[in-house]
């Protein structure tokens, strides 16, 4: 006789989109800063990396996530005498000094870890909430950012799953990903809470 299933808990809840003026511009602001994180981080390792088709494909991601970045900026929230700009920090206290340290990663595995197992798949899953009604622009250019940003994930991590061919690389590709994973978690991940007031 089969035994009785466990008794059922509530589980992890997707976190809500953002409703509030204050609560989109923390959440913009935040997507802006990331994405500018990754235009800088893919960006700067065009130069050295070996391989010619990660090269490419790092130059493409930093193009796209330049691009996305613009256009977000340009939807952040303009309550006067507020500067739309003020939104776009670090969005934990830890964030910056993670973003600095990722740049001393040098295997190509390891970048294409960071980039396509952490830093796009976290940003991708924040945008899969909806948002409040009154925040249909931001929307309509998040969905258009994640479409463009999904097709680039799936595609590097093809190039980074041809660059896993033994124990080494498997190793090497997954402590990358582990300590990012666990510096965003133990940082408070990647949104702030929503500010009492809007930034000054």
């Known amino acids: 006789m089969a035994a009785d299933p466990p008794p059922s808990e509530p589980g992890p809840a997707v976190a809500a989109g953002p409703a509030t003026m204050l609560e989109l511009g923390a959440a913009l602001g935040a997507d802006v800063w990331w994405l500018e994180q990754v235009f800088a981080l893919a960006g700067a390792w065009v130069a050295d990396t ?9 130059a493409e991601l930093s193009r796209v996530a330049g691009d996305h970045a613009l256009a977000l900026r340009g939807l952040l929230p303009r309550p006067a005498p507020v500067d739309p700009a003020a939104w776009v920090a670090p ?8 973003v600095a340290s990722l740049g001393v990663a040098g295997a190509a595995e390891s970048r294409l870890a960071l980039l396509h197992r952490v830093l796009l798949p976290r940003l991708l899953a924040s945008w899969g909430a909806p948002m409040g ?6 929307a309509r250019a998040v969905r258009h950012a994640r479409t463009d940003l999904a097709e680039l994930r ?3 991590e093809g190039l980074l799953q041809a660059l896993l061919v033994d124990r080494r690389t498997v190793g090497v590709a997954h402590a990358a990903a582990l300590q990012l994973e666990e510096e ?3 940082s408070g991940g990647m949104r702030p809470p929503p500010p009492d007031i809007p930034p000054v």
């Open 91 to 98: 969005p934990t206290g830890g964030a910056a000094d993670i």
């Open 50 to 58: 070996r391989e010619a088709a990660v090269r490419v494909h790092l």
């Open 184 to 186: 965003l978690v133990t």
């Open 133 to 138: 009604p009154s925040a249909d622009g931001a």
């Open 154 to 156: 799936d595609q590097g």
